[in-house]
């Protein structure tokens, strides 16, 4: 299990440059989105066609396996959709807080489908997750000076989180039965399509962007989706999905300090976002936490 753990950590360190990547960018969040899942699936296209294996894989598979996947790359599009966009109307560190947040979501849905165990702690880590939400979103703005662009910020990116834990109990079903190069590889494609879709319905652009953000989105694909993204779902297919959730822990703290150090974004976190940020993460911990060693793979 070594190689699977170390495979999560280094996951887990390329997605915390995700938000640095996006903040660095000047094009619309729906562009960004789009690219960055556009070149994911273009850099993972060489091993589909170099691997016989797998493309006979993927001719192979079901209409109710594809259907699936398919599905879970429209919820994946979804996701990057309304995080990218959050990161626009409120601070990395608390977007990236909030769209972590989703082992709130995958504990109960976990419980209820695959049977997982949630004891009293998992279910005192969601009540304790939800207090750190209103203190970090009350005690940021107050509830009369609530900014519509801020609170829209941190909706949006709290609807990332759900969307991120159906992502993750999707590929978690999936992930034992089909290889990761073929997994990502339609889930990624459909994706792109989803987010080309959405993009031109909401009219942004999908060419002509600025020269230098093509080279930011496709450092991100590589390091954020190839080494962070990519490596989580072939680790999900040996690691429980509430240690998988409960493993993106470090990515708030990473993109926080990252953000705190990257130059031209120097933001450093408010009291509120630390306690309440510190709240939450206490709370996902709880929640995803394993209460039985013996549970876990081996």
């Known amino acids: 299990m070594q190689k699977q753990y170390g495979a999560l950590i280094i996951s887990i360190i390329a997605v915390s440059f995700a938000s640095i990547f996006i903040k ?4 619309p969040p729906l562009s960004i989105a789009f690219y960055r899942l556009l070149f994911t699936t273009l850099l993972l296209a060489p091993f589909i066609l170099l691997r016989r294996k797998t493309w006979e894989e993927l001719r192979n598979l ?3 396996t ?11 599009a979804a996701h990057f959709a309304l995080w990218i966009t959050s990161l626009t109307k409120t601070s990395v560190a608390s977007s990236v807080i909030l769209v972590t947040a989703h082992p709130v979501l995958v504990a109960p849905v976990s419980y209820y489908f695959f049977k997982e165990k949630l004891s009293w702690v998992n279910a ?14 009350l005690g940021n703005y107050g509830l009369a000076s ?4 801020t609170l829209e910020g941190n909706i949006l990116a709290l609807l990332g989180g759900a969307a991120a834990g159906l992502y993750i109990l999707g590929g978690r079903s999936l992930r034992k039965k089909i290889s990761t190069v073929s997994y990502a590889f339609v889930v990624y494609g459909v994706g792109t399509i989803t987010l ?4 031109l319905v909401f009219s942004a652009p999908v060419i002509h962007l600025r020269l230098e953000d093509y080279g930011i989105i496709l450092l991100m694909a590589l390091v ?21 959730s409960v493993a993106l822990l470090g990515e708030p703290i990473g993109a926080s300090i990252l953000a705190y150090l990257a130059p031209k974004i120097h933001q450093l976190p408010s009291g509120y976002t630390m ?7 206490l709370g996902i911990y709880l929640t995803a936490r394993n209460m039985n060693k013996e549970e876990l793979p081996t």
């Open 224 to 244: 954020s989706g190839i080494f962070g993204h990519t490596l989580y779902n072939w680790s999900l297919g040996y690691i429980r999905a509430s240690v998988a």
């Open 275 to 281: 306690v309440g940020g510190g709240i939450i993460l």
């Open 124 to 137: 005192a880590g969601i009540a304790i997750s939800l207090a750190g939400v209103c203190v970090l979103v």
């Open 196 to 199: 080309l879709f959405i993009c």
């Open 62 to 64: 079901s209409p109710l």
């Open 66 to 76: 594809f259907f699936v996947m398919a599905g879970i790359g429209v919820i994946l």
């Open 24 to 27: 660095y960018c000047v094009s």
């Open 146 to 149: 609530l900014g519509l662009d």
